[in-house]
């Protein structure tokens, strides 16, 4: 279909006070090849929108240029369908509102926009969804509290659940506990877990097929298409699956790793979980001799809250001692139980069972350090407390020692362990910086993960673990993040946390999972790029087998064949298009986004020769939360010099160099790379875009050294969304560097 | 660890402590809030924390040495802003409850007191002697009462005194005795403070107990720290009101005797005497310390005022009967006696 | 008034009442499988208290950036209708069949605003803003904040009627500027309600032992985060209220109002976290300051044990555990002496401070507005767990606790009940492709999922466009 342009350019909000309208639009139509130019008092009204929506119907035009506001400002409003391309100017923002009205720079500013959006138009189809016949089913890996909930929310919902328990019964840790300590007002006294009626439930609901003692042998295909083996007792099964929820929960901090407490004293000194099992098969005795114990001693954060064992708080283990220091009470009244913490940590209503457990008179709290743990001769242990608030050290006689231990993902794997064959340590202790900088260390040692999923991705058979080894989000308002899309982790494999907190994860993660499949089914994205139809399309025959995409994709997307060519799988994609930053051939594209896009746009710019004393900075700008900011200085009418033409990207990651060498080729003076926050604390929400920016950025300066430009020339920031108010400083602080450095030799070749 | 200490909770003291007022001693969390908004308390080992801590662990030998649970004066600031309803405060009085018991001299007594179902026969003890004492002094002839009522025939003074006298020094010396059983405790070092902090020698240590002891009769007189507890600041002229009306009653009793016996001045003394004058004033002095309007229009309502002074029942008790022995000879209609 | 004709109903799946982080991610998240979701938020913007945040525990990350792809998705999805100024009279029905009598009051500003600020410049009334605690001043049309969504001015009803306003009515070039807009009722249907009202700060002036509202150098935490925030009060800088002097040496409360018998019998979950934060932001400005904390229990679970940790190694953060017990002031330079025994050496001390912060809890907003059909509250006024008549809560409705809690239980929350409404997921799915397919068609109020809210010339509060 023949691309026709219609372009627009609003007056409102003091756009006509400062720029030359007419000029505008002649450059659209002369320069722009744009079929006409129509100018409105306020294209966001309705009228405004009815000019454009008949120009679509009578003029048959597909694509359109709205020189207004940003392209974040009322995007519903500039929406006219899949088959229209539209493209937002934001000559407000980015134009009239932060340069001088009626200024010669600040018009050659709004016009080479107008240029640069053309060129993209002329340059980009609407996108396509990927057509694919897809699953909708549900697989849940785990049938612990988590997956039992997120099972049966799923089902509830209509959509037909496959539940793999590794264990010949269903229930997970929650089987295993007596009591637990109260969820629901008054919050006062340890209760039922409320398991059975879940697993009733569970096993009685038509929607949902339990695999009990069985588990995922091979995972492989994309969402909406996973072709799951499962090793049922032996024999295979083979399932379409839509999406996936690993809720395969947490295993205890080894216990012989708790010498320094105690442990392998005596048979008396056991951890929380072999209590609780006591407690689950009937009486609390003592191993050693079977008697009851007249005196306890619980020692908080055994391995939790510890350099050399587990620096992170295992979150459950205060209250778990609570309930088991009732349990002991209720036995025996004349026993003593003492609990010795370092904080005690019963968050929101929970701090009323803290006060209901205080209030048995043979149960002592205090703060303290562990000294030392002995054994008497007489056989029972010695404990001995410093820094206690008793304000002097102190040591108890104990028949029973129990360590509150901590708790680990089921998918943590321990280094020592791995076998031979996989001989590689978890790139967690290898992810410094330096795994990154050199891009193929990072991808070749994919994870060696635990062999749950075992998913057959290029880049690892399980999900990639946070700091601790907990496939969690690394987002404070995306809790759900995943970097395998549509395989979501939930309860007690994703943190530490109580069973009410597993249960609402598991649900969490059900919708997510049902959200997931449908935005699939219409080949839509999901989060963070919810709903976008562009898909990555490779053009295969120029590929050299570089393997730079296949390892830089954050989200596991590509694999590869046996002669190392990248196999895309479109429906994994988040389309962040790192992939497309990383291709140095420039063989991948999208429809609405792609390199030859770009590189038209920078060659569209019109570059005053070195005499008019204007040199040319180009901008490329994360719009996620760069170009946020930058609206935000537009709306506190902070100026900044007109030099700089801002381009936002999807993400810094999906910057190609080639970019940079046709800038500069084309005589811009100056290239600045604008993005998130890197390394530990990262804001990317492709994970990495302006860490490998700012890598690939080095192998740029080394070009640029062979071409003797400078290499101050290419600048690189990291701008939070709220540090609008250093956009004027950078830009206009790297003027300087530019007029220092001089203008662009290359210029006007 | 060179003071490690061995600790074994004691429940029974634990439950003793709860019987005897300070029942929310477990609810503590030791967040010492009590002992930051305590205007008494020292800065260094403040109270009430520790003692709420170690009255919730049930240590027993280390409260009884504790010289801090005295220092309290019961303003129960620390109670109002306790943010877990422990009482600290009734903890402390509860704590001092079985010191009492524990160290009074014999142990017997202690108990007794400790016990209300021996309130009975507590009450009954002193009223079979006064009664022994009427029958030896009367036996048994009550032809008297017709004729012009008269004290000394129903109880002559010589009686009283011979009886009195010698139980007042009896008392003294028991109550000596049980002082000199906790003081022993003092002794030995508490965990608190392992090495209590040793008297300089000499003269210094004598000016040091001189200068203490006249600081404490100053605050004494003054009640100058109980003012300064901010819940119950009416309660320290209350407090006040009673104490000089004690201390009045005790002056009047001697200065009668004296005057009976060195001046011959027979009772019953006129009412316009001096000496009866002080009688009344002081009685005036306790009632008004009792029923002071300051201590309704102090913080508490009604109820919140009862169930604070509900452990102090004994002492009102007493406070209102003797002042009424006193007063109702001279007010009741009286043919004559004087 | 007049009465007010119920003319427009909006039909719909899910109803969720609150527009803050729990609010808006339960009804995108439900939008984004396909079903419809109308969202209420009774002030004039979404974002809820996250809104007035500085930075985000632990990652110190600004809300800001979670707002911007929140709002996003709610723009690009023509499934979520977002009534702002909105407040629920009545709910009747049951699971699967819910009615809501709902009432718009007037923002005084149309659809046509196109937040360009010309009616601000000209506005001579100036008003409390209630954004930052009263701290400053905003003109009497003003723009919610910097995220605010819809990105629309609105008029304090206050001085809606005053003469002066005429001028701003003039100002503005694109006739968004109505006064005399009058509420609407309107009813929307829905099979299943999402409460998620969110909390409001304890009010710290009942801690009459710790000085706030006497002495100006005591404040709470909210007010922390405004002073830190670009767009609060201060505009980021962090100083002393009485004489803006800088930080040398400061204290942060904890337990200001929780677990506390006489205020909060509850711990509020983020107040340990949320210190530690605010000690950051000052460490970031005054690298040498003192920074005091007074706890009973440090409350950083999971992994919010490397942010405690990561404080700990600060040579000029000191933790006392110990609860402060009473703040008095010094008459001459106003510093606030806060009184504290730290219970593992036995030493109460008085320390002056230049600045004290009270951690203040959270109050559950379900307290002065119970949710309807008597849904059972627990004797602190949250939400109790499997509420009887199918309202549910999300967020801090049920719960105090941190963003990402409040994102996974609102998930959660958008889960339980509209997913086994009766109609079968089949129609719900045709459904949303039906409205899915109206992303062809701009979304003019005019036709949008069953939205008949037309568009009369005096609709207060159209379809947020």
């Known amino acids: ?749 | 660890m060179e003071n490690m200490q061995t600790i074994s909770p004691d429940l029974e003291f634990i439950r003793n402590i709860k019987k005897a007022g300070g029942q929310d001693v477990k609810k503590c969390y030791q967040c010492a809030t009590c002992a930051a908004v305590c205007s008494i308390s020292p800065a260094q080992q403040p109270f009430p924390r520790k003692e709420m801590l170690l009255a919730g662990w049930g240590q027993k030998d280390e409260l009884f040495k504790d010289p801090d649970i005295w220092l309290c004066h019961q303003c129960n600031d620390c109670t109002i802003y306790c943010p877990r309803g422990a009482k600290p405060g009734d903890v402390l009085a509860a704590v001092r409850f079985n010191v009492f018991e524990n160290f009074a001299f014999p142990s017997f007594m202690g108990r007794a007191l400790a016990n209300p179902k021996a309130l009975p026969l507590l009450i009954l003890a002193p009223m079979i002697i006064i009664a022994a004492l009427i029958w030896g002094a009367t036996r048994g002839d009550f032809s008297f009462l017709n004729e012009k009522i008269v004290y000394s025939k129903l109880l002559p003074h010589i009686w009283i005194e011979a009886f009195f006298i010698p139980g007042s020094i009896l008392t003294a010396l028991l109550a000596l005795a049980g002082l000199l059983r906790f003081w022993k405790g003092l002794e030995t070092p508490s965990l608190w403070t392992p090495h209590p902090r040793p008297l300089p020698q000499g003269e210094r240590g004598f000016r040091e107990v001189l200068d203490g002891a006249v600081a404490t009769v100053k605050d004494l007189l003054t009640h100058g720290s109980l003012r300064d507890c901010g819940t119950n600041k009416p309660r320290a002229w209350a407090h006040l009101l009673v104490f000089f009306g004690f201390i009045g009653a005790a002056a009047t009793a001697g200065l009668a005797v004296l005057a009976m016996r060195l001046f011959h001045l027979d009772p019953p003394i006129p009412l316009a005497h001096p000496i009866k004058w002080l009688g009344n004033a002081s009685a005036v002095l306790g009632i008004a310390g009792i029923f002071n309007p300051g201590l309704k229009a102090g913080r508490h309502s009604c109820s919140r005022l009862h169930n604070l002074l509900l452990p102090h029942r004994h002492r009102l008790f007493s406070f209102v009967l003797c002042p009424l022995f006193q007063v109702c000879p001279h007010v009741l209609p009286d043919p004559g006696s004087c | 008034m007049a009465e007010i004709k119920i003319n427009d109903s909006i039909n719909s799946d899910v109803l969720v009442v609150g527009g803050g982080i729990a609010g808006m991610t339960a009804a995108i998240e439900i939008a984004e499988t396909g079903r419809r979701a109308v969202l209420l938020e009774q002030k004039a913007s979404l974002g809820g208290q996250v809104a007035t945040f500085h930075q985000y525990f632990p990652k110190l990350c600004p809300p800001a950036c979670g707002m911007e792809i929140n709002l996003k998705r709610i723009r690009v999805n023509p499934l979520i209708t977002v009534l702002t100024l909105s407040q629920v009279k009545k709910i009747s029905g049951s699971p699967g069949a819910y009615e809501a009598e709902i009432v718009l009051n007037p923002r005084f500003v149309n659809e046509k605003c196109t937040a360009c600020g010309d009616c601000e410049k000209a506005c001579e009334i100036e008003r409390n803003n209630d954004f930052n605690y009263g701290l400053d001043k905003t003109k009497a049309v003003y723009l919610p904040h910097l995220m605010a969504y819809p990105l629309r001015y609105v008029i304090d009803p206050k001085f809606a009627a005053d003469e002066r306003m005429k001028k701003c009515l003039a100002a503005c070039k694109y006739g968004a500027i109505e006064l005399d807009m009058k509420p609407r009722n309107i009813r929307v249907k829905a099979d299943a309600v999402v409460w998620a009202a969110g909390w409001k700060p304890y009010d710290a002036a009942k801690l009459d032992q710790l000085g706030f509202g006497k002495y100006p150098n005591v404040i709470t935490n909210v007010i922390m985060e405004r002073f830190a925030s670009l767009s609060g009060p201060t505009a980021g800088k962090i100083t002393r209220p009485s004489d803006a002097k800088e930080i040398k040496k400061i204290g942060f409360v904890q337990c200001a109002g929780s677990r506390d018998d006489k205020h909060l019998a509850y711990c509020s979950t983020v107040c340990c976290t949320a210190s530690m934060k605010q000690a950051a932001y000052i460490r970031e400005r005054y690298p040498q300051a003192e920074i005091h904390i007074f706890y009973i229990d440090a409350r950083s679970p999971g992994r919010l044990e490397d942010f405690y940790a990561k404080l700990q190694k600060d040579s000029k953060v000191f933790f006392h555990r110990g609860k402060v017990g009473k703040i008095t002031e010094n008459p001459q330079n106003k510093n606030p002496i806060v009184a504290a025994e730290n219970t593992l050496t036995g030493e109460r001390r008085a320390l002056e401070l230049d600045m004290a912060v009270l951690a203040t809890g959270m109050v559950p907003n379900t307290l002065d507005e119970p949710p309807p059909l008597n849904t059972a509250l627990d004797d602190f006024g949250f939400i109790a767990p499997g509420a009887s008549q199918g309202i549910i809560g999300a967020g801090t409705a049920v719960r105090p606790m941190d963003v990402s809690a409040s994102v996974q239980n609102a998930t959660a929350a958008a889960a339980v009940r509209p997913m086994d409404v009766s109609a079968s997921v089949q129609n719900a799915t045709a459904a949303a492709m039906k409205a899915l397919a109206l992303v062809s068609r701009p979304r003019q109020p005019a036709d949008n999922a069953g939205v008949s809210l037309l568009k009369s010339d005096k609709t207060p509060e159209a379809v947020a466009v």
């Open chain 1, 1 to 749: 279909m023949e691309t026709k342009i219609g372009s627009y350019i609003c007056q409102g909000c003091d756009i006509a006070n400062s720029l030359d309208i007419d000029k505008l639009a002649k450059i659209a139509v002369e320069e722009g090849k744009a079929a006409f130019c129509k100018s409105h008092q306020a294209l966001c009204s309705r009228e405004g929108g009815d000019l454009i929506r008949s120009d679509i119907e009578k003029e048959k035009i597909n694509r359109a240029a709205i020189a207004a506001c940003s392209q974040r400002v009322f995007p519903e409003l500039f929406d006219f369908g899949k088959d229209v391309l539209t493209d937002r100017i934001a000559i407000r923002e980015q134009a009239a509102w932060t340069h001088e009205p009626k200024n010669e720079d600040g018009q050659m500013l709004a016009e080479d926009y107008i240029r640069m959006s053309l060129a993209k138009l002329q340059n980009s189809e609407p996108a396509v969804p990927y057509a694919a016949q897809t699953s909708k089913d549900i697989l849940v890996i785990g049938a612990g509290i988590a997956g039992l909930t997120a099972a049966q929310a799923a089902a509830k919902a209509g959509y037909k659940v496959a539940l793999v328990e590794k264990q010949d019964r269903l229930g997970g840790w929650a089987a295993k506990f007596r009591k637990v300590f109260p969820k629901h007002p008054p919050y006062r006294d340890p209760e039922d877990s409320g398991l059975n009626d879940l697993v009733k439930a569970v096993e009685t609901n038509p929607n949902i097929t339990i695999y009990k003692s069985s588990a995922a042998a091979k995972i492989s295909g994309q969402p909406g298409k996973f072709e799951v083996t499962l090793d049922k007792a032996g024999q295979n099964v083979k399932l379409d699956i839509g999406s996936i929820i690993l809720a395969c929960g947490w295993k205890p901090y080894e216990a012989d790793k708790l010498g320094h407490l105690g442990f392998g004293l005596s048979p008396d000194v056991i951890t929380n979980a072999a209590m609780e099992e006591m407690a689950l098969k009937g009486d609390i005795k003592r191993p050693s001799d079977g008697k009851p114990p007249e005196s306890v001693v619980f020692i908080q954060c055994a391995g939790s809250r510890d350099e050399n064992h587990l620096p992170y708080c295992s979150a459950v283990c205060c209250r778990v001692s609570l309930k088991q220091a009732l349990y002991v009470r209720g036995r025996n009244p004349q026993a003593k139980v003492y609990i010795i913490y370092k904080d005690i940590r019963s968050p929101a209503q929970y701090e009323r069972f803290y006060a209901q457990v205080q209030e048995d008179e043979g149960i002592f709290l205090t703060k303290g350090e562990i000294a030392r743990v002995a054994k008497e001769s007489d056989g029972r242990i010695k404990v001995e407390v410093k820094e206690t608030l008793l304000g002097h050290d102190i040591s108890l006689k104990a028949d029973l020692v129990v360590l509150a231990a901590g708790m680990v993902a089921a998918t943590k794997v321990e280094p020592e362990k791995t076998d031979s064959s996989e001989a590689k340590t978890p790139v967690e202790e290898s992810k410094g910086p330096d795994a990154a900088l050199d891009g193929k260390k990072a991808a070749s040692c994919a994870e060696p993960g635990a062999r749950i999923l075992n998913l057959s991705y290029r880049q690892g058979t399980d999900l990639p673990t946070l700091k601790y080894g907990f496939p969690d989000s690394h987002f404070i308002c995306f809790p759900y993040e995943t970097r395998r899309t549509a395989i979501y982790a939930a309860g007690g494999v994703r943190a530490p946390m109580d069973l009410a907190s597993a249960a609402t994860d598991g649900q969490g993660a059900a919708l997510k999972a049902i959200q997931a499949v449908e935005a699939i089914a219409r080949g839509a994205a999901v989060h963070p790029r919810s709903g976008d139809l562009s898909w990555p399309e490779f053009f295969m025959q120029r590929c050299t087998s570089c393997k730079r995409c296949t390892e830089e994709c954050p989200f596991g997307a590509l694999d590869e064949d046996a002669k190392g060519t990248p196999l895309p799988n479109p429906l994994r994609c988040r389309r962040c298009a790192t992939c497309m930053g990383s291709c140095p051939e420039r063989i991948v594209s999208f429809k609405n986004y792609n390199v030859n896009m770009i590189s038209k746009m920078i060659k569209s710019m019109h570059i005053p020769d070195e005499f008019e004393e204007k040199p040319r900075i180009l901008a490329f700008v994360c719009e996620n939360d760069a170009l946020a900011s930058i609206d935000m200085a537009g709306f506190k009418r902070l100026k900044y010099n007109a030099m700089v033409r801002i381009i936002p990207l999807r993400c810094l990651g999906s910057l190609n160099t080639v970019w940079i060498s046709d800038a500069l080729a084309s005589g811009v003076d100056g290239v600045l790379l604008i993005g998130c926050k890197k390394d530990e604390d990262y804001q990317c929400h492709f994970v990495r875009g302006s860490e490998l920016a700012s890598y690939r950025l080095g192998n740029v300066k080394e070009k640029l050294k062979q071409l003797s430009l400078e290499d101050e020339r290419i600048g690189m920031h990291e701008l939070a969304i709220t540090d609008f108010h250093k956009i004027p400083g950078i830009f206009d602080d790297f003027l300087k560097v530019i007029v220092k450095v001089g203008p662009n030799p290359y210029k006007g070749m």
